[in-house]
């Protein structure tokens, strides 16, 4: 039988070895839980910087593929981030390598697989099919996210290290958000039956843990989708912002936001670094002019790099709107 064709399968980093998104899940969630394994216990150790390059190019290729089937501009956003960050574990600099940090992210993961051009794209045969349309789904990243770290808990929580975590909810919250990134994978690429057979066996799994009946593939696979938007409705009854904040955070009170950039010269300054912040919604944010890490400038340079102060940042009145961070140029 034919093996089908997938969106990733244009380039040549996934072509060969065609991998399974529950191998790509396997790969990031075992990744991660080894960061975190040696950081909470091994924080010294001179293999943390390895596990943590290990962990940019699983989590990145898994993030990578998931773009690719879902044509999601966050999840490539987090993709290209995870590149950049291996990128820099690397040790390249701008203008070693020509391309973003997907490039590189590619070139890496199909060099871990025995070929040498991973970042090449082929062209594929033209479908003639229209796209589908995807359920509305939680937002990728923040997916991956979840089930790398509920894996991570559920596995550290057996220890006597960690009496506070609540072991089964930990397994409850991975079986979920598994789940639902594999019936994601398999609406966007319907040919994938195997991500389609594993999720259902997830939300089969989900309902027996919830005490439920047990129902056909198809509901199985839909009760995952119902019970995150289920709980989505309880955390936004206690949520720090509302659902539609000005701030961009959706609710959850973050936003990603770019902490780093790297000179290029002459002012020139573009993204290698960023992180969730707190949102600060609809209020106008302000830095204070005394403050002792950058001296009221907003941000600290670094040789090579601007980097945004987060130090004695605080909520202005409405007064003073006008003395809020200046958006940063070039990033």
Same mark, same amino acid.
């Given at each position: 039988m034919h093996a089908p064709s997938h969106p990733e399968h244009d380039l040549t980093a996934y072509l060969r070895e065609r991998p399974s998104i529950t191998r790509l899940i396997s790969e990031a969630r075992w990744a991660h839980y080894q960061v975190a394994y040696a950081l909470e216990h091994y924080p010294d150790s001179e293999t943390v +910087? =390895? /596990?943590?390059?290990?962990?940019? /190019?699983h989590l990145g290729a898994l993030t990578d593929v998931l773009a690719l089937r879902t044509q999601d501009p966050d999840l490539y956003e987090t993709a290209r981030d995870y590149g950049e960050l291996l990128r820099k574990v690397d040790g390249l600099a701008l203008n070693d390598h020509p391309r973003n940090g997907i490039d590189h992210l590619r070139s890496q993961y199909g060099l871990l697989h025995g070929h040498d051009h991973g970042a090449d794209h082929r062209p594929l045969q033209a479908l003639n099919e229209p796209r589908r349309r995807l359920p509305i789904y939680p937002a990728g990243p923040q997916l991956i996210h979840h089930m790398c770290d509920a894996y991570t808990?559920? =596995?550290?929580?057996r220890s006597p290290y960690f +009496?506070?975590?609540d072991v089964p909810a930990e397994q409850r919250r991975h079986l979920l958000t598994r789940g639902l990134i594999l019936d994601m994978a398999a609406e966007a690429a319907p040919t994938d039956t195997a991500s389609a057979a594993a999720a259902a066996t997830a939300g089969h799994a989900l309902r027996a843990l919830d005490g439920r009946p047990a129902l056909d593939? =198809?509901?199985a696979r839909a009760y995952l989708l119902d019970t995150f938007r289920d709980l989505d409705d309880e955390d936004d009854e206690e949520a720090p912002h509302p659902a539609d904040c000005a701030g961009?955070?959706?609710?959850d009170g973050e936003i990603l936001t770019v902490l780093t950039w790297e000179s290029q010269g002459d002012g020139i300054y573009i993204p290698v670094h960023q992180e969730p912040i707190t949102c600060p919604g609809t209020t106008h944010v302000r830095h204070e002019p005394d403050c002792t890490t950058c001296n009221g400038h907003g941000y600290t340079y670094p040789t090579g790099y601007r980097e945004l102060c987060l130090d004695c940042?605080? +909520?202005?009145g409405d007064h003073a709107a006008q003395e809020t961070l200046p958006v940063p140029q070039g990033g």
């Open positions: +910087p =390895a /596990l943590r390059r290990q962990k940019f /190019l808990w559920a =596995a550290m929580g +009496p506070a975590v593939d =198809a509901r961009g955070c959706a609710g940042r605080v +909520p202005n």
